[in-house]
């Protein structure tokens, strides 16, 4: 190997290390234990894809929560992913499927606080984050 292939491969290791841009996602926990699943008819259908638009730097305090298939009406609906602000003290239980012997059950994503804070908030609600004005328009 060259030193300059050498030199190339040391320099890319170098920055993958560095921890380059990455999806910073919402504060998950497991369900809660007073959570009542539904019983569905049968299991959803593969998530989509998304375009995962989210305000660039920590300063704005968005983090990215994953869309979902909910089971609505005796079907199954795609809820997009979107960027939020996560309430302080709060985490985030994803939506979640449980086989049993003669059904199907299926637990709603939910946000809930935190069992180890005390105290604990008061409540836990999704604020969906607004892009600046600027990026609205499509211009950046």
Request: with cysteine.
């Amino acid at each position: 190997m060259s030193c300059f292939r050498l030199h190339c491969a040391l320099l890319g290791f170098a920055l993958a290390s560095c921890g380059g841009p990455h999806l910073v996602t919402v504060p998950t926990g497991p369900q809660p234990a007073q959570v009542v699943p539904l019983k569905v008819d049968y299991p959803p259908p593969p998530a989509k894809v998304e375009e995962i638009r989210i305000a660039r730097g920590p300063a704005s305090g968005c983090v990215w929560r994953d869309g979902y298939w909910d089971w609505s009406g005796g079907r199954w609906e795609w809820q997009d992913g979107r960027a939020v602000l996560p309430a302080k003290g709060c985490l985030y239980a994803q939506a979640k499927l449980v086989w049993n012997t003669d059904s199907l059950s299926f637990y709603r994503p939910v946000w809930f606080p935190d069992p180890t804070l005390k105290p604990p908030p008061k409540t836990c609600t999704e604020i969906a984050c607004v892009p600046p004005a600027a990026n609205r328009s499509g211009n950046e």
